[in-house]
């Protein structure tokens, strides 16, 4: 949806209403020329920013469907706008944005600071300063990944679906279709209930990050499993387990991995 013309393109992606309609109303009382879209969910802002190329986005932290960083994650370094995070949960951003020094709106935010934030990302259009952003959203989101934050992990969201992107294009597997995932080189392999192989460009720590541990659980390097679609679990001897999956196909687990597996499957 298009409220206004104008040259700079700005794209509000926020799950509540009244969250985006605060924006709004704050940008059309600016005397900022813009076009302005909106997003209701992480699906969509990926959507959008894929057709529109937005030059400045407001992104929600905690969307009903993916984090705002789970957006980001999906995007190459070019499809990166300059973006000011909006979010209510101070414990779960304020600490990463503050390490790598970038803009966020902490709800309910006054209309002056919400300004000065605009006026900044303005300010970075204006002095061609996209690319240092870009390399800013790399490093906040390696700082995450990283586990070096302070953010408090209850706060967490997993992912009800993965976000992958063909071409131009974003599809979305079913996290309660996986039955197992293995890695291949800088890769992740999908393995789904209907047969389908899809192919994610992420590491499996990463990946794990996203999926539900009462779910899924890692049982080596290379290998995920999800736990309801196991058929049997193998006592090799020597202390060794492998796994059998309801499609008949079979894992080793690895040492490592080996007594939280046993512990969540209930096996002392």
Avoid: C, W
């Amino acid at each position: 949806m298009i409220i206004n013309s104008g040259k700079i393109k700005i794209l509000v992606a926020d799950d509540e209403a009244l969250a985006r309609q605060r924006v709004l109303k704050f940008l059309n009382e600016s005397d900022i020329g813009f076009d302005v879209y909106e997003a209701t969910n992480g699906k969509e802002a990926l959507h959008q920013i894929s057709q529109v190329n937005p030059d400045i986005l407001f992104l929600d932290i905690k969307m009903t469907d993916m984090t705002g960083f789970d957006v980001l994650r999906q995007l190459s370094n070019e499809e990166i706008p300059i973006v000011i995070f909006v979010t209510a949960f101070d414990s779960f951003a304020v600490k990463a944005f503050e390490v790598q020094a970038i803009d966020f709106l902490l709800k309910p935010y006054k209309k002056e600071r919400f300004t000065e934030s605009l006026e900044r990302a303005v300010t970075q259009l204006e002095l061609n300063s996209r690319k240092i952003f870009q390399h800013k959203v790399t490093k906040l989101i390696e700082f995450l990944n990283d586990g070096k934050s302070d953010l408090n992990p209850d706060d967490r969201s997993f992912a009800d679906s993965i976000v992958l992107k063909r071409n131009k294009k974003y599809y979305f597997v079913k996290v309660n279709e996986i039955k197992y995932i293995r890695s291949s080189a800088y890769y992740a392999e999908m393995f789904t209930l209907n047969g389908e192989k899809h192919v994610h460009r992420i590491s499996m720590s990463h990946l794990g990050k996203q999926l539900d541990p009462q779910l899924f659980s890692r049982i080596s390097r290379s290998t995920i499993v999800a736990m309801s679609k196991i058929k049997e679990i193998v006592s090799e001897g020597q202390g060794d387990y492998s796994v059998i999956m309801n499609d008949g196909e079979g894992f080793q687990i690895s040492k490592k991995y080996k007594i939280d597996f046993l512990r969540k499957m209930g096996i002392r």
